[in-house]
């Protein structure tokens, strides 16, 4: 069964740091691209970032290039999104999801097959 758990969100203050982990729940995400979207309340979802399998990255957002960064450890088998000068803007709920591909998909990539729960990021003024 697949399943992706997000954490490290939290509330944080404007111009401060969080790094966001997905991991894998009884199965490996060593193979797959794992990609980070968001979505606030009212608002539409904002896809984020991807990384391949071979660690191959595309960012997605004007907003977040510069500040965020995503990554994986094999060991950890864990992928992470780092998120650094934080705004009052990028609050919103955070996902991690999975086509279970190697590379990141051609689509949105909110619509991959498989996501997480989610973990919220508050950033306070």
């Known amino acids: 069964q697949v399943q992706l758990v997000e954490s490290g969100g939290g509330l944080v203050q404007s111009g401060g740091s969080l790094r966001l982990s997905c991991a894998g729940s009884?199965?490996?995400?060593?193979?797959?691209?794992i990609a980070w979207f968001r979505q606030a309340p009212g608002k539409e979802r904002e896809e984020l970032a991807c990384i391949t399998s071979d660690g191959r990255t595309t960012y997605y957002l004007d907003s977040e290039k510069g500040r965020f960064s995503i990554s994986r450890d094999k060991g950890e088998n864990a992928v992470f999104l780092q998120m650094n000068s934080l705004k009052v803007e990028d609050s919103a709920v955070y996902y991690c999801?999975?086509?279970?591909?190697?590379?990141?998909?051609?689509?949105?990539?909110?619509?991959?097959?498989?996501r997480g729960k989610g973990t919220l990021v508050t950033v306070s003024p």
């Open positions: 009884s199965f490996t995400l060593d193979f797959y691209a």
């Open positions: 999801a999975t086509d279970l591909g190697a590379g990141c998909p051609g689509h949105k990539i909110y619509f991959m097959d498989y």
